[in-house]
DNA sequence: CTGAAAGCGCTTACAG
DNA sequence: CTGAAAGCGCTTACAG
């Protein structure tokens, strides 16, 4: 911008830009829930390198996996001059959304599952869950324990690769695969399913879909009062900021969502302009974090 | 929409439509960290109200305080057909984004302390915190400490309601006012805010500009063998969704983010259309959460 | 009350 | 290589 336009205070239109070009530089991203830690730092990452390529970036959220809200939301973003989409496909709103998209727009996914079908319609990025969900399982298993017992996040995707990886790595051991528990989203129900596993004696570890549940799966320990990690062993998935304080320190896997949402980001670009060139995921694998939750069985 | 144009899958071009009637219906928000419990929150109430109300909304996330890297994003979102922008100035990137809008553009703000210039210069939307903080200190006060320390995060907005409210309370109290201790936006530096608090035996109770802080303090305490609550009390500010179920569960004040940034929207819809009716702001009071991190004093 | 025309602020293909 | 014209897909004020 010259100084005599920047002086004038000349600003141009997007809208008008967008109309005659007939693309715009934009994005909009639908995600579940801004509140939770993985998805907010998936945007967080989609962002930062949106914004570093010149893009803008919109957001859309999926309160409901009800199909009509779903298909609500989809219409929004699927104007002719709006842009592309990115979805965070982690739970069931956003595979749905996927689904409902209208071809003719430019759709991206973060997904969880790498074998979903979902990853195989549209472009996706992920992070290597299911090989981090095996690693901390046998880390559990070379500790000395039984068997891992894992607590999960039902109706999400459907199939989840941290609990392929958990499964897989406990058959590679020759050890009994029991039933996963029934988590759920909220802390709560992370809470819950530690109750029902602090009731049976025979579990000493168990493998959380994420810290949100692990934290819950703790508080029941505590409530029950089985020590951790001296009965119980617990891990989780994630590696929030705040779980290396939590009490005891959580043992986790940390995912990189800030590096899967710029990668997410790059794949996008190009996919809308294959010219510009393509640089290498560049997310950090997932990697277990080995803190106090976690140790030998008594 | 017609059945028949439904068939035909048209779609409006929100950028002809932006274009012609010289209006967009969006919303963008800058923000420093979508990561945040609070401002990820706000952002969360101010989508769903933008969608029932047909708005889209983008999001600018304010990486750097750093004056260019504001101004750019300023710049960004000035756009003459790109609607209006909503400001969560919780911190210094967000006030100056809040200085450096130029006039013309639609702005409204979520701010932190209301005694702020940034809530006089532009329409502000805030949580009564200066109350709520008193009364967090009062309640430790009358709980028999003889005095309660603070954690801030310095340099944020200069000045936070909520510090205000735990120095008025004090000196009503005619008690002693000891030096803020300076903590910051990251769990560490909570920690070692925690670890200079725990080092000073006449220190029994603390009060946490926010939980994150206050989870660090929580940790600090233990590891230098100051029993929570029977030693020492903290309190923290926020209520995340995890605070129940911290070992020991956090004294906290509940504060409504989602609320606040549907007040927010509302506000900025009432700034853009005089003629739609206005609503009395929704968000719930804060509300001091008693749970297990306090206690009398030994 | 209905319908054709002008115009929103840009980009782009084309004439000069 | 430069400059004037057409057109992107809508809205809106105006003629009929």
Chains 1, 2 share one sequence.
Not at 45 to 72: H, K, Q, T, W, Y
Not at 176 to 202: F, I, Q
Request: aromatic content about 6%; glycine content about 8%.
């Amino acid at each position: 911008m010259s100084a005599a336009i920047r002086e004038l205070g000349f600003r141009p239109s997007r809208a008008a830009r967008a109309l005659a070009s007939g693309r715009t530089a934009t994005v909009t991203v639908l995600v579940a829930n801004t509140t939770l830690y993985g998805p907010s730092a998936i945007l967080q990452g989609i962002e930062e390198a949106a914004r570093a390529a010149g893009f803008s970036v919109g957001i859309g959220v999926l309160d409901s996996p009800e199909p009509d809200a779903v298909a609500a939301m989809v219409e929004r973003v699927s104007d002719p001059t709006a842009g592309a989409v990115i979805v965070i496909a982690f739970d069931l709103a956003g595979v749905r959304a996927l689904r409902a998209m209208p071809s003719g727009v430019a759709v991206v996914a973060a997904v969880e599952a790498s074998d979903a079908t979902e990853s195989h319609r549209y472009p996706a990025v992920w992070l290597d869950e299911r090989v981090a969900a095996a690693a901390a399982t046998r880390y559990l298993l070379e500790l000395g324990h039984e068997t891992v017992h894992y607590v999960a996040i039902p109706s999400s995707t459907g199939t989840s690769d941290r609990m392929r990886g958990w499964r897989q790595a406990l058959a590679e051991a020759g050890v009994a695969v029991p039933d996963p528990v029934a988590g759920g989203w909220t802390l709560r129900s992370g809470y819950e399913a530690g109750r029902a596993l602090a009731a049976d004696a025979a579990v000493t570890a168990v493998l959380c879909r994420n810290d949100d549940v692990a934290l819950g799966v703790l508080r029941a320990m505590r409530a029950a009062g089985r020590a951790v990690p001296d009965e119980v062993s617990v891990v989780g998935f994630d590696d929030v900021p705040q779980a290396a304080f939590y009490a005891p320190a959580l043992t986790t896997v940390r995912l990189d969502f800030v590096g899967l949402g710029r990668d997410c980001f790059a794949l996008l670009r190009g996919v809308l302009d294959p010219l510009v060139p393509g640089r290498a995921p560049a997310a950090a694998t997932p990697e277990l974090i080995v803190r106090e939750s976690s140790g030998p069985p008594r």
